[in-house]
């Protein structure tokens, strides 16, 4: 073998180590809280060693930091796809919401929220590290969109940041709470589609102000 290639396989090891450290860490975290979850449980349901942890990952904080930011990665990259600009308005904000929505959705997300409410108060870090993750980097996506939508004369918004929040504080209506206190209540995906619509709707009709949306069909005539 090759030094190259030795490299290679040792970095790949590497990989699949900490990658099962992470898996094993966040399934215990998830069954059985911070708290209640040691080093110990982590290390033997991996099947990784104590210096591993510590060499990646520092601490079992650093363990609990580093799984919160790749979930905010992996619920923001569906975002990150979306096409804003080649969008009209109603399409590309109905597409954001669906995305957002629909994330509430899925059984892991419940979870997630009350494991950051449980440790809220002894590790802020982690908070700050979910609030930086995602929801800042959501609000920025949208705010980038509704500011370039503003300059391209499809939309009036005076603050796009704002407008941001408001929208989102609009996508989570009472979904936010059942997902926390009664997950077994949430609405339907075709239930949360409708409401994104109406969102939407809500939602443009504040922001166009005197803005006329473009004619989706420049050859039809009123009928």
Not at 24 to 40: D, M
Request: aromatic share 8%.
């Amino acid at each position: 073998m090759t030094l190259e290639g030795c490299f290679k396989l040792c970095g790949s090891r590497g990989d699949a180590r900490r990658q099962a450290i992470l898996d094993a860490a966040w399934s215990l975290f998830l069954e059985k809280g911070f708290e209640r979850t040691t080093l110990a449980d982590i290390i033997s349901r991996s099947g990784g060693s104590r210096s591993t942890v510590y060499e990646h990952f520092g601490d079992k904080d650093g363990l609990f930091e580093t799984v919160i930011t790749l979930k905010c990665d992996e619920f923001v990259e569906r975002f990150r796809h979306i096409p804003f600009n080649d969008s009209d308005p109603e399409r590309a904000l109905t597409e954001f919401g669906v995305n957002f929505a629909h994330g509430l959705l899925t059984p892991e997300c419940p979870k997630i929220m009350r494991l950051l409410i449980a440790n809220a108060d002894h590790l802020p870090k982690v908070i700050d590290v979910f609030f930086k993750g995602g929801p800042t980097v959501l609000r920025g996506i949208l705010s980038d969109y509704l500011r370039s939508a503003t300059e391209r004369g499809e939309l009036r918004v005076e603050d796009p940041d704002h407008a941001a929040v408001t929208f989102m504080g609009l996508l989570h209506g009472d979904q936010y709470l059942k997902m926390l206190l009664r997950p077994t209540d949430l609405a339907t995906p075709e239930q949360m589609t409708r409401h994104v619509e109406g969102v939407v709707r809500i939602f443009l009709d504040g922001v166009r102000g005197d803005v006329t949306p473009p004619d989706r069909n420049p050859g039809s005539s009123p009928g």
